[in-house]
């Protein structure tokens, strides 16, 4: 997603949607209230008299539809609302759902625009590297695409492996297995980086195994214990990974997260929990406000968003960071144990 234009004055935004993970922070900044334009095609009754002379046609029109509810599919981010202007043909106030696909441009109109929901729409466009995550057994591996809000899960492959057969070449069969499809991962989605995890040497032998020199280049290693997907979140935080993974959003929260865990652990540098969160932006102490996004969808469908819109905004005047944590991955489900939302202290406080 690029911004096409910002008039923040005006409080608008033009946008222009790129990628289809766009459409999944489009969700969590277009809200309830907001007005976004857009061209679309709607039905239209084309003649005059009774309905055996009309005619039902589709034109591409540009509307402007204030925000009910969105929707996110697999190829579009849907927006349905009351139509606010007048295009012929088409009555005011009547309802339409805007369907946001790829190559589409879209003005998005708020009261108030906050930082945070800029910044969202600078990281979508950022380029991020392509990586693919591999935790591997002596007879399985799990592969995963590693995404900004988390990580899609690929593929689970079982080796077909018979204990009378030789250890070398049972070995050799299934790692042959694994690393074609690892190279027909990494044409596919571009792949930079390769992480082969395992919980002994296996991933060691794989490598070993890997003849494409420029294949062999983009792998990395890392040690995992766990099984099933629990092994990616593992790989996720191992230190070899954050290397690679450093600049992705999900290292990030996982490690605000962390932060605020041990703050907590100590007394120290931490708030948790609408009550001693307000209190503390109210103070100007928040460096870090961590909210989840299912957090945010709750107070929303609670009609209490302004409560944390409030705290948001506080936080922003005060020069802090605000952070909207992902729940598809484990660092937004443990804010979500705190009650969604948190915030890392500049200094230490008493609550009332």
Known sequence: MRIVKSNLKGNEVVIAITNPEDFWYLSHIIEKGDAVISRTLRKIKLGSGDERQQSMVKKSVVLDVEVEKTEVTENSLRVSGKILNDVEEIRKGSYHTLSLEINSVATIKKQKWLRFQIDKIKESGLRQPSILIVALERDNASFA?????????????????????????????????????????????????????SPAFWKDDLVKEVKDKELAKKIITATCHNTGKERINEIINRDEVKKILKEERIVQENMLVEELMKEIAKNNLAAYGIKQVKEAAIAGAVKELLASDAAIKRFKEENRYNEIDEIMSLVEGSSGNVNVISTEHDAGKRLNGLGGIAAILRYKMSYS
């Open 145 to 197: 695409l590693m995404k900004k809000y988390g990580f899609e899960h690929l593929l689970e492959m079982n080796g077909d492996v018979e204990k009378k057969i030789m250890k070398e070449n049972v070995k050799n069969n299934f790692y042959a297995e694994v690393i074609c499809k690892i190279k027909e991962y990494a044409e596919r989605y571009s792949i930079q980086k390769i992480v082969v995890a």
